[in-house]
């Protein structure tokens, strides 16, 4: 593995990291909302997709990011392949 191989794996490495923080803390904040508006401990699916369309609603700022970490993911993603067979 070339020096810019490793570069690009760690990297890749660091952005799933943040990307799994951002995405958990989403989905905690998420059931808190579906707990405190069904006041029920293990809210239904369909409390879970109006507590998610509520948290994306009023956390505007958070849910940009994690919109942004999950396309750069993607991104890297995608071009693991396409750098592998560029620089073997």
């Keep these: 593995m070339t020096t810019w191989g490793a570069v690009f794996l760690v990297v890749q490495g660091l952005v799933f990291v943040l990307w799994a923080f951002q995405m958990f803390r989403a ?51 995608a071009l693991g392949p396409l750098r592998a067979t560029l620089h073997p």
């Design 27 to 77: 989905l905690f904040q998420a059931r808190r909302i579906a707990v405190a508006k069904s006041g029920r401990m293990w809210p239904g699916p369909f409390a879970a997709l109006a507590a998610l369309r509520d948290w994306a609603r009023s956390h505007p700022r958070e849910r940009n990011q994690l919109l942004v970490t999950t396309a750069v993911l993607f991104l890297f993603i």
